[in-house]
Structure formats: C-alpha cells, structure tokens
C-alpha cells in the first residue's frame, strides 16, 4: 500500500507565475489536509478537503490559494501569481474519512517550493 | 479553538540518556487524540506515538512512552535509550473527531528541536 505521494518534490517558480502542488492520498483514504511550513517553523493547517468538497479552508489566504480534491485524480493545492513569502514546504496529509477507526493523518514527503 | 503548546524550542541529550518533551493543550472537548510525530532532516513527517483521551493507560512504542495527564491538558513525551537517529523536530498535534463521525483539523505546536550528542 503505498503512502502519500506529493510531487513534484521541489519546484522553483519565479515572481508572478504559478505554481500546482499534487497529492494522491493513501489508497482508500478520502480526506485531505494540507500545511504549510515556513523555514525553521511549525505546520500551519491550510485546507481540510474531503473528494468533491472543501470542509475547512480557514487556513487558506483568501486570494492566490485555491484547493480542489475531484472525484478523481489528485488533490490540487495551487498557488497564483506566487510571491517570495510563498516559498515554503508543502505537506499534503490523508485520512480514512468516516470509519470507525481515528487514524492519525498520514503524511507525504512534501512539496518545497522556491520562489525566485 | 484548540491551541497546542510546546515550550521548548530547543533541547539537547547525551546519547543513551532519557530526555522529556513538553506538550500542553487547550480545549473543551472530553473525547479526542493526541500525537507526536518526528520531522527528521529530511523533513518527513513520521508518526511517532498516538494517545486517546478516552484510554487511561499511557501510550508506549518501543523507546518512546508518554505521560498524558488529562486534568492538566499535558502531553509529554519521553525518549528512552536515546540514539543519533533521533534528531529531529518533534510536534505534537491534537485532533478531535466531529459529531458526523469524521474529524476536524489537526492542530500542531510549533515544534521541539531536539538534539542527541554523541
């Protein structure tokens, strides 16, 4: 079973375009979260989505930062316009959704995103 | 809301030795969970050990245990046998399952930087 798969890796952008992180959760895992973490500071909750459906974006900035998790494919953070301040690691994390076990969320090895 | 505390920015321990990492949290709920996880340099996020509020009993894995003192909202973890491959960023996080039957936010500290010396 494989684990949380985030690409790319690293992606280098510079001022003014776009950037598009990826995630495909566990298999059978239905909910999604995604973090930020600045340089030499904690995880900061961004979005919580579920397939089809946005449940907790109040991490998100309002403006530039959009989320999607469709029915399928892979959940898409993108980032428009990115500045400097957006460089940073990305974690994208996957839960079961509503089962009966509470497993912790499930984390990929990151995006960092480099803003030149 | 629920807020998590780490105090310890930094720590460091002698190798073989025991070190505890302080975690403190606030909130109304009575059922919930509480993780540490370890970010090693290569900045994974690894699950290290899981408590449920609801379980008396501490919860151990291999040389990692915690004391979960659920009246004082505290959440430590303790290191035993401490080894180089320890040396991470530690983060404890608190999550609360929602009425629906699924969950709400993880909520993490801002993290422990600990240290093992050869």
């Known amino acids: 079973n494989a684990g949380v798969m985030q690409n790319p890796r690293h992606l280098v952008r510079r001022r003014g375009q776009e950037a598009r992180l990826r995630c495909s959760p566990m298999?059978?895992?239905?909910?999604v979260y995604w973090y930020r973490q600045l340089p030499e500071e904690g995880l900061k909750f961004m979005v919580y989505l579920q397939k089809e459906n946005i449940i907790d974006e109040s991490g998100m900035p309002k403006e530039r930062f959009s989320a999607e998790f469709p029915k399928e494919g892979p959940s898409i953070l993108r980032i428009q316009q990115v500045v400097r301040g957006d460089s940073a690691a990305y974690f994208c994390?996957?839960?079961?959704?509503?089962?009966?076990?509470?497993?912790?969320?499930?984390f990929g090895p990151g995006t960092r995103l480099l803003v030149l | 809301a629920q807020t998590v505390t780490q105090s310890q920015p930094e720590m460091s321990v002698q190798e073989a030795e025991t070190v505890t990492l302080s975690c403190t949290y606030d909130t109304s709920e009575s059922n919930y969970y509480l993780f540490w996880y370890k970010q090693p340099p290569s900045r994974q996020m690894i699950l290290v050990i899981r408590q449920e509020a609801y379980k008396q009993q501490n919860a151990t894995e291999n040389r990692f245990s915690v004391n979960f003192q659920k009246a004082a909202k505290s959440f430590s973890l303790k290191i035993s046998d401490s080894q180089l491959g320890d040396t991470a960023m530690y983060f404890c996080a608190f999550m609360k399952p929602s009425a629906s039957g699924g969950y709400q936010k993880v909520t993490f500290g801002i993290g422990t930087k600990l240290q093992v010396i050869p």
């Open positions: 298999k059978g895992h239905s909910h």
């Open positions: 994390a996957s839960q079961p959704g509503t089962s009966g076990r509470r497993d912790p969320p499930y």
